[in-house]
């Protein structure tokens, strides 16, 4: 993986896998603010109350992380980790996805029936196997997240998803769109929903998901009390996702290396006048 220095799920990323990384979070960025997206910063960690009122530890407890802060006084880690008796409690909880700071943001709020964001933020998962940059404990993810009526996170996720397929088809990257669920509509209505119409889509290269459109109907809106409309209706929400380091590995296993990847990339950009 050229100069890349990958151990234990995290990567660290050389000059040209870095440049690689960059020029596409980059673009993503652009397909997102030159639809009229506001660009917001979240931190990797929030309080764990908060993702606990996104069903995080109920959906995904088995990829889920926490972290806390350390007694004194200490004497250090032994073979590699701390005991009970060293950490504090675990307060705070490390986001699996980059959308949730969107809805925390809007928490208790009314927004416009048409509100876009994007933001890049670092993910952790705790997988049962890591596998260069196809799978890692800490990744970064691009989202351009839909929030107000429905019909704009359709629209949204309609427009992104056709400007996807036609960027991997330029980029030379065999790509299988596939169906899948979403644990965030498991039990009740929604899951029936779900069975009828599917709510995620996934854009896998070699059997991995480098990229995703996701509806996730009003479940956001109810959560996180996000309301649009003058008679305060619960907002619809809806995202689309970017895993940046699996694009780069995807490129690089493609194309031979980095640099040749970058070079495809801003020859994709230059075709479609995104340079």
């Known amino acids: 993986m050229g100069s890349s220095r990958i151990t234990g799920g995290l990567a660290i990323l050389g000059p040209s896998e870095a440049a690689l990384l960059r020029l596409l979070d980059d673009t993503f960025r652009r397909w997102g603010t030159d639809a009229g997206a506001g660009e917001i910063s979240a931190p990797p960690v929030y309080p764990v109350d908060d993702l606990a009122n996104l069903d ?47 809805y925390l943001l809007y928490q208790d709020t009314r927004v416009p029936a048409d509100t876009l964001v994007t933001l890049v933020n670092r993910c952790f998962r705790k997988e049962t196997h890591f596998d260069g940059l196809r799978r890692l404990l800490s990744f970064q993810m691009r989202e351009i997240v839909a929030i107000g009526s429905f019909e704009h996170t359709q629209s949204v996720i309609a427009r992104y998803r056709e400007r996807i397929e036609e960027f991997l088809g330029r980029l030379s990257l065999d790509v299988e769109v596939q169906a899948a669920t979403d644990p965030f509509f498991q039990g009740g209505a929604r899951a029936l929903l779900q069975r009828l ?26 959560r996180c009390r996000i309301t649009v409309g003058e008679d305060d209706a619960v907002a619809f929400t809806g995202c689309v996702a970017f895993g940046l380091e699996r694009w780069v590995g995807a490129l690089i296993d493609r194309h031979g290396g980095a640099q040749q990847a970058l070079t495809r990339v801003e020859q994709a950009l230059r075709a479609t006048g995104s340079a």
């Open 56 to 102: 995080l530890y109920v959906n995904f407890p088995h990829l889920a992380l926490v972290a806390g802060g350390l007694r004194t006084p200490t004497s250090g880690p032994a073979k590699g980790r701390f005991t009970t008796e060293q950490a504090a409690e675990p307060h705070l909880g490390l986001s699996t996805a980059t959308c949730f700071a969107a």
């Open 197 to 222: 119409e599917p709510v995620k889509y996934e854009f896998q290269v070699d059997g991995v998901a480098i990229a995703s459109v996701n509806t996730h109907r009003n479940f956001f809106g109810e």
